[in-house]
């Protein structure tokens, strides 16, 4: 292991880190970082970061934005917290007003929750408490899509695909359904996700159609399935699934809490597709990387459902400590006034524009390039070891990681999901800042393939 500082030998001494092989941080350990600024990490050594990621896709405008920095300490000397049974604030209030104002039409009521996960699995449980109130007992199951990810606490794996999340926990899960999802670059039919007629769809349509009356919702996140590697699929399955979930008293839950909030291109990810879920989650940029809540959206329909006499059993009985918190509204509310304020979503359109044409210059006629796609500030580059066939590198050579740790040293935090390289950068970066972005990945590409010959 190379020399630690005292920092980093007290974090391995005691920390347990997420989403890692702690044997890997005998030759990574952990940066520690002591201080940030708009787009960049700085670590006790002094060395910067370009966060290219905006920290797990949260941080929308900058580390230590001054608008939101201001509005935390005014609501800290104000109110901290409150319980939220019984109890209610000015920052709740607001924000619910505000958001009302931005979500699809026919989002009219909220609940308040404080992590993406907690959401979704409030979602699926409103969901099915829904179908037991109102006579349909025979709704239980639930659909999801081949490569989903909603979160990792136990519910929400159940509607998770993705392997290397849940395949240790397969006893404890309750499985969903799993339809083969949109994956546009193997795409059986030949088809361009921005000109097809989401013929994809079928697998879906099938099992709505065989198992419509056990089925109390589909769950997806519209427009790009986020862990999966990016994947950017056509409105058109969004619409078809709409008309059918519709048809079948199934409810449609939008999982909006990567997607939203101007991410791609629009202010939530279902508007691509001009229609409105039954449920939506929101999370991640809603509090723009300070504070860690969620809100779940639902419609009239679903809220007259649990309305009623104490007495008869119908509440919903599910709360967290810190939902609602007033801080964490605070910061929502403060982060709806600039997207209004600074027309934030002509920002990502501009910005977005600049992204996709340096991407494609640069990464176009890569050899090791199958593919650059893009949706609003979302760049993904699928690498590949032949661009011909799409072979994919082996997953044992940990081609992504290894990039990673390269573009660490040139000053670029870049995490690859397996061999997808992307670029969800903070609004605020300018086309300098995406120019340098890109070289890095360039570069870091390069040398990986240079060192395997």
Same mark, same amino acid.
């Given at each position: 292991?190379?020399?630690?500082?005292?920092?980093?030998?007290?974090?391995?001494?005691?920390?347990?880190?997420? *989403?890692?092989?702690? +044997?890997?941080?005998?030759?990574?350990?952990?940066?520690?970082?002591?201080?940030?600024?708009?787009?960049?990490?700085e670590d006790e050594l002094g060395n910067r970061y370009m966060d290219c990621v905006s920290s797990w896709w949260v941080?929308?405008?900058?580390? *230590?934005?001054?608008?939101?920095? +201001?509005?935390?300490?005014?609501q800290i000397n104000n109110l901290e917290h409150v319980l939220f049974v019984n109890f209610s604030h000015e920052p709740a209030i607001e924000l619910v007003e505000r958001l009302h104002k931005v979500v699809p039409k026919g989002i009219d009521k909220f609940l308040f929750a404080d992590?993406?996960?907690?959401?979704?699995?409030? /979602?699926?449980?409103?969901?099915?408490?829904?179908?037991?109130?109102?006579? /349909?007992k025979e709704k239980k199951k639930f659909i999801s899509l081949a490569n989903a990810y909603h979160g990792e606490t136990i519910g929400a794996l159940g509607v998770g695909d993705v392997d290397i999340?849940?395949?240790?926990?397969?006893?404890?899960?309750?499985?969903?359904?799993?339809?083969?999802?949109?994956? $546009?670059?193997? *795409?059986?039919? +030949?088809?361009?996700f921005d000109c097809c007629e989401a013929e994809c769809f079928s697998d879906m349509e099938n099992i709505i159609e065989n198992n419509h009356k056990e089925i109390a919702a589909v769950i997806i996140e519209p427009m790009v399935q986020g862990a999966a590697g990016m994947k950017i699929y056509s409105p058109k399955y969004i619409k078809k699934l709409r008309e059918i979930t519709k048809k079948y008293n199934i409810h449609l839950i939008a999982d909006e809490i990567a997607m939203g909030f101007g991410r791609t291109g629009k202010m939530f990810a279902m508007e691509h597709a001009r229609v409105s879920p039954d449920i939506m *989650?929101? /999370?991640?940029?809603?509090?723009?990387?300070?504070?860690p809540m969620s809100i779940i959206g639902i419609t009239n329909e679903i809220y007259d459902a649990f309305? $009623?006499?104490?007495?008869?059993?119908?509440?919903?009985?599910?709360?967290h400590t810190y939902s609602g918190n007033p801080i964490g509204c605070r910061i929502a509310v403060e982060v709806l006034k600039i997207f209004e304020e600074e027309k934030i979503l002509d920002v990502v359109a501009k910005k977005g524009e600049y992204l996709r044409? +340096?991407?494609?210059?640069?990464?176009a006629n890569h050899p090791n390039v199958g593919e650059y796609r893009q949706i609003g500030l979302i760049g993904a580059l699928e690498f590949v070891k032949d661009k011909d066939t799409k072979e994919l590198f082996d997953s044992k050579e940990r081609a992504g990681y290894e990039i990673y740790k390269i573009a660490l040293k040139k000053g670029a935090l870049l995490r690859p999901l397996g061999n997808i390289i992307y670029f969800m950068p903070p609004y605020i970066i300018t086309e300098e800042e995406i120019d340098r972005m890109l070289t890095i990945c360039k570069e870091s590409i390069d040398e990986y393939l240079a060192n395997k010959l």
């Amino acid at each position: 292991m190379k020399e630690l500082t005292e920092l980093q030998q007290k974090d391995l001494q005691y920390i347990f880190h997420p *989403c890692s092989q702690m +044997k890997d941080y005998e030759n990574l350990p952990p940066m520690v970082i002591k201080k940030a600024k708009g787009i960049y990490l700085e670590d006790e050594l002094g060395n910067r970061y370009m966060d290219c990621v905006s920290s797990w896709w949260v941080n929308l405008f900058g580390h *230590c934005n001054d608008r939101i920095n +201001k509005v935390i300490w005014e609501q800290i000397n104000n109110l901290e917290h409150v319980l939220f049974v019984n109890f209610s604030h000015e920052p709740a209030i607001e924000l619910v007003e505000r958001l009302h104002k931005v979500v699809p039409k026919g989002i009219d009521k909220f609940l308040f929750a404080d992590n993406g996960s907690s959401s979704i699995e409030m /979602a699926l449980k409103l969901s099915f408490q829904y179908h037991q109130q109102t006579g /349909a007992k025979e709704k239980k199951k639930f659909i999801s899509l081949a490569n989903a990810y909603h979160g990792e606490t136990i519910g929400a794996l159940g509607v998770g695909d993705v392997d290397i999340f849940t395949s240790t926990y397969r006893p404890l899960i309750k499985e969903g359904i799993k339809a083969k999802g949109p994956d $546009c670059f193997y *795409c059986p039919f +030949k088809k361009n996700f921005d000109c097809c007629e989401a013929e994809c769809f079928s697998d879906m349509e099938n099992i709505i159609e065989n198992n419509h009356k056990e089925i109390a919702a589909v769950i997806i996140e519209p427009m790009v399935q986020g862990a999966a590697g990016m994947k950017i699929y056509s409105p058109k399955y969004i619409k078809k699934l709409r008309e059918i979930t519709k048809k079948y008293n199934i409810h449609l839950i939008a999982d909006e809490i990567a997607m939203g909030f101007g991410r791609t291109g629009k202010m939530f990810a279902m508007e691509h597709a001009r229609v409105s879920p039954d449920i939506m *989650c929101m /999370a991640k940029g809603l509090s723009a990387g300070y504070y860690p809540m969620s809100i779940i959206g639902i419609t009239n329909e679903i809220y007259d459902a649990f309305y $009623c006499d104490y007495l008869e059993g119908k509440s919903f009985l599910h709360s967290h400590t810190y939902s609602g918190n007033p801080i964490g509204c605070r910061i929502a509310v403060e982060v709806l006034k600039i997207f209004e304020e600074e027309k934030i979503l002509d920002v990502v359109a501009k910005k977005g524009e600049y992204l996709r044409k +340096k991407a494609t210059e640069l990464f176009a006629n890569h050899p090791n390039v199958g593919e650059y796609r893009q949706i609003g500030l979302i760049g993904a580059l699928e690498f590949v070891k032949d661009k011909d066939t799409k072979e994919l590198f082996d997953s044992k050579e940990r081609a992504g990681y290894e990039i990673y740790k390269i573009a660490l040293k040139k000053g670029a935090l870049l995490r690859p999901l397996g061999n997808i390289i992307y670029f969800m950068p903070p609004y605020i970066i300018t086309e300098e800042e995406i120019d340098r972005m890109l070289t890095i990945c360039k570069e870091s590409i390069d040398e990986y393939l240079a060192n395997k010959l």
